[in-house]
């Protein structure tokens, strides 16, 4: 098995909304990641897990709240969002440190109204 | 910014031709990587290129890196119309987690 799959494919919320992106993988790596990719721009990085500890935040806003239950599964949970933050958010994962390839979800097209 | 900028920004080809895109990059790396998205769906490996090689192939991909000039080029010989996407080039920090995104080469090939 060598996919990593997300959840939902679509997700359209409010701004007082409370929801989650989930994310599994069942390839034994240890680590895992979360990308914003906005239109025609490059997936930003914005959060690493590394042994399901959070390895690297990159200066993202606290509406948004990663979270890694165990080995195979990442969250992120979205509160208060703003319709900025509409984007394609993609989940990776590799077996370790940057050195190897990563696999990605096909990703959760999210739209804030 | 880390991020490596690609070029063309945008490139439109017939069928047959080959296609070639370019990345610079900013910082030292053990390798760099190539990844393929279509329609804004996931992001596929493409190839990986470490930092002791110049020159490495598969299939009808064919990718050189220059250190010395902190570059990379993929070539795509015989292009397909299924060769339609977004090509983006990787590098991995040293030592981190980190996969750092050039800007990406938007592809069309026409049948």
């Known amino acids: 098995d060598t996919e990593v799959t997300q959840t939902p494919k679509h997700l359209v919320m409010g701004m007082t909304n409370k929801k989650s992106l989930k994310c599994e993988q069942h390839?034994?790596?240890?680590?895992m990641y979360w990308y914003k990719q906005k239109a025609k721009k490059p997936p930003e990085l914005m959060f690493v897990?590394?042994?399901?500890?959070?390895?690297i935040n990159e200066s993202v806003p606290s509406r948004f709240s990663p979270e890694c239950p165990n080995s195979s599964l990442l969250n992120l949970h979205l509160h208060a969002l703003q319709p900025e933050d509409s984007a394609l958010y993609l989940c990776a994962s590799s077996p370790r440190e940057g050195g190897t390839e990563a696999f990605f979800g096909q990703g959760t097209r999210l739209t804030v109204v | 910014s880390q991020q490596g900028e690609e070029d063309p920004q945008a490139l439109s080809i017939q069928e047959g031709e080959n296609a070639t895109m370019n990345c610079s990059y900013k910082?030292?790396?053990?390798?760099l990587q190539w990844y393929r998205q279509n329609s804004g769906r996931g992001l596929v490996h493409l190839i990986l290129?470490?930092?002791?090689?110049r020159e490495k192939h598969s299939g009808r991909l064919r990718v050189t890196l220059d250190t010395s000039k902190k570059s990379s080029s993929l070539l795509i010989t015989a292009s397909r119309a299924a060769d339609t996407a977004s090509y983006f080039c990787a590098t991995p920090g040293v030592g981190t987690y980190k996969y750092i995104f050039g800007t990406g080469t938007r592809l069309k090939v026409l049948a």
């Open positions: 390839m034994g790596h240890r680590a």
């Open positions: 910082t030292s790396i053990n390798n």
């Open positions: 290129i470490r930092s002791n090689e």
């Open positions: 897990y590394s042994y399901e500890k959070l390895s």
